[in-house]
């Protein structure tokens, strides 16, 4: 295969894997083209989500670290990936990236929600 036939390729599969809902397959699909493109913030935020949406917490959050380390003002990536280093129970990091997420978008309810949900459960309340 070429550069382009292998990437359209990639392309169907993912959007094949997805419609059939075959998630699990769809992610790796994603997580390899990703790990071929690393510039493609994009698609490394794809592999997160369909990670996330199988429940393998930690290669979502892996690939939503790779997604906001190449956009990190990117409010729905700061919200995606402090929404799995909360899964993988790591509170600290995720309140950090909230607290960003409000500072670049404060009018974001959902940044602030959760913020707040998170904050609630570390002081017990």
């Known amino acids: ?3 382009g036939d292998w990437l ?3 392309q169907t599969m993912l959007t094949e894997y997805q419609r059939q809902e075959q998630f699990a397959a769809a992610a790796k699909v994603a997580a390899i ?3 071929a493109l690393p510039d493609k913030h994009q698609i490394a935020y794809i592999a997160g989500q ?3 949406k199988v429940n393998d ?3 979502a959050l892996y690939y939503h670290k790779q ?3 190449m956009e990190p003002q990117n409010t729905n990536y700061l919200l995606m990936a402090a929404r799995s280093y909360y899964m993988n129970r790591d509170l600290p990091t995720s309140i950090k990236l909230l607290e960003q997420a409000v500072r670049l978008a404060p009018d974001n309810q959902q940044a602030k929600f959760q913020l707040q949900r998170i904050k609630a459960e570390l002081t017990g309340g």
Do not use: H
């Open 1 to 3: 295969l070429q550069g």
């Open 8 to 10: 359209e390729t990639m």
């Open 33 to 35: 083209m990703s790990d």
């Open 50 to 52: 369909l990670y996330f």
């Open 57 to 59: 917490l930690p290669m």
């Open 67 to 69: 997604a906001l380390a």
